[in-house]
């Protein structure tokens, strides 16, 4: 890991060098609710261009394996354009039980149902949050549970082993 201070930073950020959060991305249900900071830079080659949309967090758990596994670092893009369905996704809840640690995280395949129709516009009827590990049972959001949990980046790939 690359301290904040280091001087390769100002000429290397989002060029070679990608933000670490201190945010744990529960491959599993929510994590615990957690204040988030920067901790530092990663080196990430071989995963394409970067943009300042990119930042690096870990995964805890199991539940997304075999893609991603316990302790790995996942790039991630924040605020991605066009559709989630189908994609591995970071969501956050926000519940009203933490409000002071912005909340908690967790990595999963997203799918949701629209309806609507006549002069209504369309609404989810639901949200899935899938693990890609069989042994773990999604988390399924209702239209009333439904904003208590934001998407807030789109998953990229799992940085190789021996960058961090």
Request: some cysteine; glycine content about 12%; aromatic content about 8%.
């Amino acid at each position: 890991m690359i301290s904040l201070d280091d001087l390769r930073v100002k000429n290397e950020a989002f060029r070679t060098l990608l933000p670490v959060y201190s945010l744990k991305a529960a491959a599993g249900y929510f994590g615990g609710g957690e204040a988030v900071a920067q901790e530092g830079w990663v080196e990430a080659d071989g995963i394409g261009r970067l943009d300042k949309q990119m930042f690096i967090a870990r995964a805890v758990g199991r539940s997304m394996e075999p893609i991603i596994h316990n302790n790995d670092l996942l790039v991630f893009r924040a605020n991605p354009a066009g559709t989630r369905q189908g994609k591995i996704v970071l969501a956050q809840y926000r519940g009203s039980s933490d409000p002071e640690t912005g909340g908690s995280f967790t990595v999963k395949k997203y799918t949701s149902e629209k309806g609507g129709g006549g002069d209504a516009e369309w609404r989810h009827t639901k949200c899935v949050l899938s693990p890609l590990n069989p042994d773990f049972k999604p988390i399924v959001l209702s239209p009333d549970s439904e904003g208590d949990v934001q998407i807030i980046a789109e998953f990229v790939s799992v940085l190789k082993s021996g960058a961090a």
